[in-house]
């Protein structure tokens, strides 16, 4: 935090036009691509909207996977600037089939674009990116749509290497797994993205990435960016760094392993099972003798701790957990204790740290 | 800038939520207005699309005030999504006679809103706003145009009493008089211009102002804001308070008078009169024997201050002295002392000190 102190200094200045195109570079390297990468000052939604005013012209069709809360977003998206949108509901408690996907795609040559949510974090399911890119493959041909991910909330936690993936946009945002506070957000395209940009006909201006990508060759941005955030960046770009990607992703799954291994000896339902858990957020189910609402509000009253509860249509159904960007495994068990005074202080049935001692198994057994 | 370094809260906790209702409320009070404040996550340029998005639907024609960079963006915004723009040139030197817009909006009646920009930072040229919606009165009645201003460069540091005036929509950034870091801009919106936020056809979403307004009746943004940057935005309403919006205006006001003086004293040219002198930035011509980027970059090398130069057609043309928001006139002097300091290293002839005596002297004279 102390980075975003500095005194204010002039964007069009040498001294930040250097910053600039530093953390354009580093952010390549996160979401190891050789494309661009374009720093929007707004929150991810104003990314994912740039993704889509910027590679859809209206009219084309679209296929938007829905499996929550943020997969919903691409399609509202997506509709508001006049594509036709084909939104694939898949079952809430799960990741999308890519042999759904393939299916789908064969049937479909129009389709222009896939949106899909690399981690929903509305239900803690985290999709097959990898497989997702790969179904487009039929029959050794490569349909033509291109996949454009959302991963605001795993970007940095997870793996997504978008040019071994194939991936061809990737979008995400300052303030989950990269550590900055909110207010940035990231669209990274590859060569197909980048040459659709060119094509594309939707009316578009602040979110226009043709005038960042013309900006950033002069290591800047076309209006003035949130300047204390992208010092915040820098310095959260080098605690990345310093750790390594490799080693964040292990400590985010260390993190999902601890919870979900504490939770499960609490006796409480996980919302999905192990092949879709998501690394960086976890969402648990309420139990008979335990509304989700009211036991929150319990925690956060009497023990100051934060669950944070379901969204749009989840909400009542889940509490979740966040562990990304700057949690730590003490933080799990931190977690996990106000989960259990919780429970006791609401009459549910619990032995006291039960859950703390299973998550600490998990981390004694990690590696 | 401590405001700014507080830990990030949940954005959807109620302690922002009462955070948010008051930088709400208070700046309403900056805007003088009645209507609606929204707080957008993204720099000034969001905020003026915004305004054009949300008050203007794709066909309808639309008057842009263009005296400069910052009229020209709103021709360039409103092109971008389909309305039928008409660009009202004015000389760069002057604002927009209001008596020519009577004519222009009494010449046609299918005009639905008109564009200004109110302090015209690329020249220095301060639009006489109230005179210009005025003219929207014409023998008896009210012309229907919309009269939408950017206010990026002035806010808080020059009267804009929107009520007062009649003024319909207003944008403005943080960065400059409000005096917080770059990122968060904001929309003004009275009455009618509520109105029709309701039955505008353009499509929209991260700027989609209906979404704002829901979202704010609850005290929250529908997209996760900028939440360091608002904490800073507490802290600098509460300085704006404590000074009086009144004598921000007079200070800004001192700020012009001296520079001007000191500017003439050297025998270096104004860009503009006094009629439309700018409280908050003004702009120097070259002279016989002084290259202005030369100079600008003298100055800055030799002497460690950046002299703003001109953007856009007026490069080359002028070097520009902001002095809005943080600024006093001490900082007025330091300026003036680096200009002179400038002109005697590039051989100009020069008097050291005759400037900033002059700006000293209006200094001793006011109020």
Known sequence: MRAATRPVVNHRGAGFRELYKQVTAQLKGVFQTQGEVMLITGSGTAAMEAAVVNLVSPGEKVLVLVGGKFGERWGQIARAYGAEVIEWHYDWRQGAEPEELARRLAADPDIVAVFATHNESSTGVMNDIEGLSRARELSGQRHRALLIVDSV???????????????????????????????????????????????????????????????????????????????????????????????????????????????????????????????????????????????????????????????????????????????????????????????????????????????????????
């Open 153 to 367: 909330s795993a970007l940095g936690g997870a793996p997504l290497p978008m040019d071994a993936w194939g991936v061809d946009a990737v979008v995400t945002g300052s303030q989950k797994c990269l550590m900055v506070p909110p207010g940035l957000s990231f669209v990274a395209l590859g060569q197909a993205a980048l040459d659709r940009l060119e094509r594309v006909t939707t009316g578009r201006y602040y979110l226009d990435l043709r005038a960042y990508r013309k900006a950033a060759a002069a290591g800047e941005s076309p209006y003035t960016p949130a300047v204390t955030l992208v010092f915040a960046l820098e310095e959260a770009l080098a605690m990345l760094a310093e750790e390594g990607l490799e080693n964040s992703f292990a400590r985010h799954r260390l993190m999902r392993d601890m919870v979900r291994a504490g939770i499960r000896a609490l006796g409480l339902p996980l919302w999905t099972g192990e092949r879709w858990a998501s690394p960086t957020v976890t969402a648990v189910e309420g139990a008979p003798g335990l509304e989700v609402e009211p036991f929150r509000k319990l925690v956060r009253e009497r023990f100051g701790v934060e669950l944070a509860g379901g969204q749009g249509e989840m909400k009542g159904r889940v509490f979740r957990i966040g562990h990304m960007g700057y949690a730590g495994p003490f933080d799990m068990i931190a977690a996990l204790a106000a989960i259990e005074q919780g429970l006791a202080a609401s009459g549910f049935p619990v032995k006291l740290g039960a859950g703390i001692a299973a998550a600490q198994e998990v981390w004694a057994q990690w590696k």
